[in-house]
């Protein structure tokens, strides 16, 4: 019924930026929040940074001064933008965003992932 399809990651050197997108389409009423996750080998999930619909976010701490989650209900598009990238910060990032469905479901939702690697 949803579908979440992420883009923007790849390989950059430290220091340096990139912009994630998440688009959010099929059968949506309303999108309650939305959030980037990421995750390596070994460990747990964990959570980046979220948006609510009333726009109240949340940061990991240790992103706060760097990234910057943000969201356009229009294109229902969901972004991280990415500056002062650090080798911790390699990782497959995921897109989740709570959805009202036109049938009045709500669920979590995840999309596939898209990897960011901070290398020189």
């Known amino acids: 019924q949803v579908q979440l399809v992420e883009s923007g990651g790849g390989l950059v050197q430290p220091g340096g930026s990139l912009r994630l997108s998440c688009v959010v389409s099929?059968?949506?009423?309303?999108?309650?929040?939305a959030g980037w996750y990421r995750q390596v080998p070994g460990k747990q999930r964990e959570l980046v940074a979220e948006i609510t619909r009333t726009n109240s976010i949340n940061y990991a701490d240790s992103v706060k001064g760097r990234f910057t989650i943000s969201r356009d209900d229009a294109m229902n598009t969901v972004y991280l933008d990415m500056n002062g990238l650090k080798p911790e910060d390699t990782a497959v990032y995921s897109c989740?965003?709570?959805?009202?469905?036109?049938?009045?479901?709500?669920?979590?939702?995840w999309g596939r992932g898209t990897r960011v690697t901070v290398s020189s």
């Open positions: 099929g059968r949506i009423r309303v999108i309650n929040a």
């Open positions: 989740n965003a709570r959805v009202t469905t036109t049938s009045y479901y709500s669920t979590d939702y």
